[in-house]
């Protein structure tokens, strides 16, 4: 928590414009579930204000993003989604579109991108794991709310002037 809280600060402070950083807080607290390891996106621009700022705050090839109902999307919106993606490797996105999420999604034609951040779980993570002794310091998106959790208790009246 300790090492979190020193690169947050320091990008909080290295900042002229707060806004972005606010968003990122208060999108981690509204779009994450306690379960679940990704945050939900359902708007290009606020996804590429988030990985402005988490890709600051974490290794970017630990970052994956599942889209969802990008096939059936207008072109327009592909092309929003496109521009907000592009940071991130081909590698690190996956394509969720299948007949199964069609059929459950028919009439939704509206892209939805969801992020997570890889985790011990993964099989050569784990494999790898077994042969250091370095101590587990990664990220996940329950580790992020929790501190964003924290940060918000800390300056909430600051967030809630500035995304409202």
């Known amino acids: 928590m300790m090492q ?7 990008l909080y402070l290295e ?6 950083i606010h968003q990122f807080i208060y999108h981690t607290l509204t779009h994450s ?17 988030y990985l402005q700022v988490i890709r600051k705050l974490v290794y970017k090839k630990d970052i994956r993003l599942s889209y969802y109902n990008y096939a059936q999307a207008a072109e327009k919106d592909q092309n ?10 081909i ?20 892209i939805r991108v969801e992020l ?10 784990i494999q790898n794991r077994a042969n250091s002794v370095i ?13 964003c959790h924290y940060v918000f208790i ?11």
């Not at 900042?15 to 972005?20: A, F, I």
């Not at 359902?42 to 590429?48: E, G, I, K, P, S």
């Not at 997570?116 to 993570?125: F, G, H, K, P, Y």
């Open 116 to 125: 997570s951040l890889a985790s011990q779980t993964e099989v050569t993570r």
């Open 135 to 147: 101590p587990i310091k990664q990220w996940n998106v329950r580790t992020i709310q929790i501190f």
């Open 33 to 49: 579930q306690y379960n679940k390891n990704f945050i939900i996106f359902n708007c290009a621009v606020d996804l590429y204000n």
């Open 91 to 110: 590698s690190q996105r996956i394509n969720m579109d299948n007949e199964q999420e069609e059929n459950f999604c028919q009439n939704r034609r509206q």
């Open 4 to 10: 979190m809280t020193e690169k947050f600060r320091s």
């Open 80 to 89: 929003n989604w496109n521009d907000a993606l592009k940071d991130i490797p």
């Open 154 to 164: 800390m300056m909430g009246d600051r967030i809630n002037k500035e995304v409202a």
């Open 15 to 20: 900042s002229e414009d707060k806004k972005h």
